[in-house]
């Protein structure tokens, strides 16, 4: 059966990256440069090529390993292949697979088919890093396709703001581990549900598909290249030339950093490393091992993403893994008891990229003060940054515990994210200076107004008759007054899990995705058939993922019921949500 053009050019260009793939790992085997310099500079072109054929590579990673590990001359090979047709590439492809686990016999299929003297190598090639230590593997190609240097080069420089005089709603914040990401998520949810903007989700209730380096149309949900994302706000490593392809240019980037011993703390705790290194000791005592000789312990980078489910781990667990997070290249993460002057020649260039494309960098242990910064920046307003804590874990132990040398010896292990956090924490610091009093002022405004605020929906979700249906909070110097009511309560204390469902239908409804299959079995009650009649995801808003009440809520701020109908749906089945049990109603 002949293949199709477009087929046949697909294949072409996939051994094509392929062996430019191969060429760079063998490189990277035999070459002792520094990272920096090592590489070989590739046109755009090259680069575009690249990023297109990458996200279809794994029907060729058969191939791509066995030449890598047995064959003597694997540029000669690839050569061979390159000029192949597509019918031709298909035969290989099987012939490959039928021989899979018989790498002698691939090699002499090779030397025959392509009448080369190819032979298998007695000891299977390993690739190495470029700096010999226990981490011995460069375990993932550059960042879609680009190479270290081109990684560490500014894309756009935002330079400082000019100061906003409208609403700016669109916001890129690549999610980093463990450190307030999903505090940050559930404002920008909030944000963009009362504006019904355009989230970029990741595949349908898969939340971590988009990590580590999967910003590719089929691990984005309902992807149109002619759509304009508002908000991107999941799980993924960020890369500045992949960010600007996918966001507008008008778009803010946001971070947000956490005192490195802090974050290891935290991820020790949430992904379970004690037992990961197979430390026998408990508490601060496991980590206090890990740091006598971290490299003995934590020895591989986590690159591939499977499974799109439950913990994911961060591609790097300890070794300056918010850096990583924030695009730094595996290459140069990988420094340890080494040259200073390099490691901070490496540093200096990552935190310039950072500086030069996001126009703020939050820090956890400043949180209000940064998010206040940050709804100046956007000409937000109190009520659109409002917060609850989400996803926080809790230790009984102390940084304090470790003893003053190990703290040292973590300094050198996660080297970049303490310079990144010094340098943001200091630039953060003179933002507030400059805000002077004023600032100092609304952050104490916004502390309490939050407090006040969080205490009433905690109040009302308690079903408490004790403090009214509306809590006013009055006009002041920097911000217009509003009203919270039960219904800001129940968005402001929705789970991101049920974010997720609503931003995830609407998209469906704005691509007419919303074709339904005739339900067989309707649910008697009204309230669950009213969202039987119009959800989309059913299977997901009836199971766990949206409480009926908000999902009710949803479709009636979209217009699908009317509002008259909602009244009479939660005043039949959640009359509490109306204080109907209280006296006086």
Not at 206 to 230: G, H, I, K, Q, V
């Amino acid at each position: 059966m002949l293949i199709s053009r477009r087929r046949k050019l697909f294949l072409t260009l996939q051994v094509f990256v392929l062996a430019l793939y191969v060429g760079y790992v063998f490189n990277s085997a035999t070459n002792d440069r520094t990272s920096i310099d090592y590489e070989t500079e590739r046109n755009q072109d090259i680069t575009e090529i690249t990023q297109k054929a990458y996200d279809h590579r794994p029907q060729l990673q058969m191939i791509f390993k066995l030449v890598r590990k047995y064959v003597d001359q694997p540029n000669q090979l690839l050569r061979k292949l390159i000029r192949l047709d597509a019918n031709q590439l298909r035969d290989v492809i099987d012939v490959c697979q039928s021989h899979k686990g018989e790498p002698g016999r691939l090699v002499e299929y090779f030397a025959s088919r392509f009448e080369l003297p190819f032979k298998m190598l007695k000891e299977p090639r390993v690739a190495v890093s470029l700096h010999k230590n226990a981490w011995q593997r460069l375990p993932h190609p550059p960042l879609y396709g680009r190479t270290a240097k081109e990684a560490m080069e500014p894309d756009f420089r935002v330079g400082r703001m000019k100061p906003c005089t409208t609403e700016r709603k669109r916001v890129a914040f690549p999610k980093l581990h463990k450190v307030a990401g999903d505090t940050i998520m559930s404002i920008l949810h909030r944000f963009g549900y009362d504006r019904n903007l355009t989230f970029l989700l990741p595949k349908p209730f898969l939340l971590t598909c988009t990590y580590p380096w999967n910003l590719y149309p089929r691990t984005n949900y309902a992807f149109s290249p002619r759509e304009n994302f508002d908000i991107l706000t999941y799980h993924t490593v960020y890369d500045s030339q992949k960010f600007s392809q996918i966001m507008p240019k008008d778009t803010v980037y946001l971070a947000i950093l956490r005192e490195p011993l802090s974050h290891l703390r935290s991820v020790w705790d949430f992904y379970d490393l004690k037992k990961r290194f197979g430390i026998a000791a408990n508490g601060t005592d496991a980590i206090v091992t890990f740091l006598r000789s971290p490299e003995q312990y934590d020895t591989h980078f986590y690159v591939e993403n499977k499974i799109c489910r439950g913990k994911i781990p961060p591609v790097s667990l300890t070794r300056s893994p918010l850096s990583v997070d924030l695009g730094l290249p595996l290459e140069l993460a990988t420094h340890f008891r080494e040259d200073d002057s390099y490691k901070k020649t490496v540093t200096d260039m990552f935190i310039e990229k950072i500086e030069s494309e996001f126009p703020i960098v939050m820090i956890m242990e400043r949180f209000d003060e940064s998010l206040v910064l940050f709804k100046r920046m956007m000409c937000w307003s109190h009520k659109d940054i409002l917060y609850i804590s989400k996803n926080i874990g809790k230790s009984n132990d102390s940084e304090n515990d470790i003893p003053n040398d190990l703290k040292q010896v973590h300094k050198q292990w996660s080297y970049v994210d303490y310079a990144l956090y010094e340098h943001f924490y200091g630039v953060l610091q003179i933002k507030l200076d400059e805000g002077g009093q004023d600032l100092t002022d609304e952050v104490e405004h916004f502390k309490k107004i939050n407090r006040n605020v969080a205490d009433f929906c905690e109040a009302l979700d308690r079903w408490s008759c004790d403090v009214g249906e509306t809590l006013e909070i009055p006009k002041n110097s920097w911000d217009e007054g509003f009203t919270v009511d039960r219904d800001f309560c129940m968005v402001f204390q929705r789970e991101l899990k049920c974010d997720y469902v609503i931003a995830a239908e609407r998209r469906a409804r704005a691509h007419d995705l919303a074709i339904k299959k005739p339900l067989t079995v309707v649910s008697d009650k009204e309230h669950k058939a009213t969202i039987q009649r119009h959800c989309i995801y059913c299977e997901r808003t009836q199971n766990g993922m949206c409480k009926s009440i908000d999902y009710l809520n949803y479709l009636a701020t979209d217009g699908l019921i009317s509002k008259d109908m909602l009244k009479e749906l939660r005043t039949q089945y959640y009359p509490k949500s109306y204080n109907l049990h209280c006296k006086g109603h």
